[in-house]
């Protein structure tokens, strides 16, 4: 591809295009005149060019930052993935090795791996967190390690949505002597000039948007059933904090769920870490990207009480609910619509960012089919 291919947008929809993408930039222009409130940013690298970079909608622009939720834990698997190339964390030894205190209560014999793919057990504790503590490098992760895991660690799997970010947390730590934000920063993030950061520098604040709240609509009277985990997982944590929207929080940027970037910076960190990017090979090899991405529990989630999940090293793989890519393919939603994966087979890195997510939640399905329909145009190019 030559740069004579990309094509600058005008229109209702903004930004940078390949000329492949015609049909894609059309459908995505009748989005955004179907729906005045929707507003969004899109990215994708493939092979090291971008090859869509654009944004649409009276809530945010081209330069508009904004917290994605749970696609920030993609950070935590990327650096975890670093960790592995260096030979600096071994998936299989077990946490204690790194963390003598989390061999507590029944944890001695929990690996890396099961720490890292929602195996341990530890989702919350008995007596449930604080933002205080979660909003804290290592208070919460001291709270769990001393915590009796709500299942035998391996007999099953269930979302450790805000825990999975303090303990990938410590375990860094304990690893390297840094916190994940500070190896992230200055091993991946500045590096590689990836517009996403744990931790929103004040110069950027005035770049920053909303997350703006879900509508639900009046023909949705369906009543939501749940596990007998998971309202204790997502009961509110004391403090009135919002992960999103509560500057504590994003100037904080904790790792499952609160950084802070665009559209055209989480396709930019999939890329310099996976498929390369300006010229430059990924930071992981193919074995890494392999060992990360590869799946590792598929089933029955014991807290979101759904029955077709699946994690490979943190990361999201593939379901029905999120057919996102091929069986390489990982990446993570958040929970008021973002997406951000990488595909090693077809060589796509892709994002999705939105102001207002569509009701109830997770990936936006027009994201995730997205993701899908490139990776089918520009996989053999």
Same mark, same amino acid.
């Given at each position: 591809?030559?740069?004579?291919?990309?094509?600058?947008?005008?229109?209702?929809?903004?930004?940078?295009?390949?000329?492949?993408?015609?049909?894609?930039?059309?459908?995505?222009?009748?989005?955004?005149?179907?729906?005045?409130?929707?507003?969004?940013?899109?990215?994708?690298?493939?092979?090291?060019?971008?090859?869509?970079?654009? #944004?649409?909608?009276?809530?945010?622009?081209?330069?508009?930052?904004?917290?994605?939720?749970?696609?920030?834990?993609?950070? &935590?698997?990327?650096?975890?993935?670093?960790?592995?190339?260096?030979?600096?964390?071994?998936?299989?030894?077990?946490?204690?090795?790194? #963390?003598?205190?989390?061999?507590?209560?029944?944890?001695?014999?929990?690996?890396?791996?099961?720490?890292?793919?929602?195996?341990?057990?530890?989702?919350?504790?008995?007596?449930?967190?604080?933002?205080?503590?979660?909003?804290?490098?290592?208070?919460?992760?001291?709270?769990?390690?001393?915590?009796?895991?709500? #299942?035998?660690?391996?007999?099953?799997?269930?979302?450790?949505? &805000?825990?999975?970010?303090?303990?990938?947390?410590?375990?860094?730590?304990?690893?390297?002597?840094?916190?994940?934000?500070?190896?992230?920063?200055?091993?991946?993030?500045?590096?590689?000039?990836?517009?996403?950061?744990?931790?929103?520098?004040?110069?950027?604040?005035?770049?920053?948007?909303?997350?703006?709240?879900? &509508?639900?609509?009046?023909?949705?009277?369906?009543?939501?059933?749940?596990?007998?985990?998971? %309202?204790?997982?997502?009961?509110?944590?004391?403090?009135? &904090?919002?992960?999103?929207?509560?500057?504590?929080? #994003?100037?904080?940027?904790?790792?499952?769920?609160?950084?802070?970037?665009?559209?055209?910076?989480?396709?930019?960190?999939?890329?310099?870490?996976?498929?390369?990017?300006?010229?430059?090979?990924?930071?992981?090899? %193919?074995?890494?990207?392999?060992?990360?991405?590869?799946?590792?529990?598929?089933?029955?989630?014991?807290?979101?009480?759904?029955?077709?999940?699946?994690?490979?090293?943190?990361?999201?793989?593939?379901?029905?609910?999120?057919?996102?890519?091929?069986?390489?393919?990982?990446?993570?939603?958040?929970?008021?619509?973002?997406?951000?994966?990488?595909?090693?087979?077809?060589?796509?890195?892709?994002?999705?960012?939105?102001?207002?997510?569509?009701?109830?939640?997770?990936?936006?399905?027009?994201?995730?089919?997205?993701?899908?329909?490139?990776?089918?145009?520009?996989?053999?190019?």
């Amino acid at each position: 591809m030559t740069t004579e291919s990309i094509t600058e947008l005008t229109g209702i929809l903004r930004g940078h295009a390949d000329d492949r993408l015609t049909d894609v930039v059309t459908d995505l222009e009748g989005l955004l005149a179907a729906d005045p409130d929707l507003s969004f940013q899109v990215a994708a690298i493939h092979r090291g060019r971008t090859v869509l970079d654009a #944004w649409g909608g009276p809530h945010l622009d081209g330069d508009s930052v904004m917290v994605p939720y749970s696609v920030t834990k993609n950070t &935590i698997g990327l650096s975890i993935g670093l960790l592995v190339e260096r030979g600096e964390l071994d998936l299989d030894e077990r946490v204690a090795h790194y #963390w003598p205190e989390f061999a507590a209560k029944g944890k001695a014999a929990v690996t890396v791996r099961q720490l890292l793919s929602h195996q341990a057990g530890l989702p919350q504790t008995d007596d449930p967190l604080t933002w205080d503590e979660l909003l804290d490098h290592h208070a919460a992760a001291a709270r769990l390690a001393e915590s009796t895991p709500f #299942w035998h660690p391996g007999s099953a799997f269930g979302y450790h949505a &805000i825990t999975i970010g303090s303990l990938g947390d410590e375990l860094v730590y304990r690893v390297t002597g840094r916190t994940l934000h500070e190896f992230y920063e200055t091993e991946i993030r500045a590096p590689h000039a990836i517009e996403f950061h744990l931790g929103l520098p004040t110069e950027l604040e005035h770049r920053r948007v909303d997350v703006l709240p879900m &509508i639900r609509p009046v023909s949705d009277t369906a009543e939501r059933s749940s596990s007998t985990l998971g %309202p204790k997982v997502f009961a509110p944590a004391a403090g009135g &904090i919002d992960l999103a929207n509560s500057p504590r929080s #994003w100037r904080y940027g904790h790792p499952a769920g609160s950084g802070t970037g665009s559209a055209r910076g989480l396709a930019r960190l999939f890329a310099a870490m996976v498929t390369g990017v300006d010229g430059a090979a990924p930071a992981l090899g %193919p074995e890494t990207v392999a060992a990360i991405g590869q799946q590792q529990i598929r089933g029955y989630d014991e807290v979101l009480h759904q029955h077709d999940r699946a994690h490979a090293i943190v990361f999201q793989k593939p379901s029905q609910q999120l057919a996102f890519g091929g069986p390489r393919a990982f990446g993570h939603d958040g929970a008021a619509g973002a997406l951000a994966c990488v595909d090693p087979d077809t060589g796509l890195a892709f994002a999705w960012t939105i102001a207002r997510g569509p009701w109830p939640g997770g990936a936006d399905p027009r994201a995730v089919a997205l993701a899908a329909r490139l990776g089918r145009i520009l996989g053999d190019a």
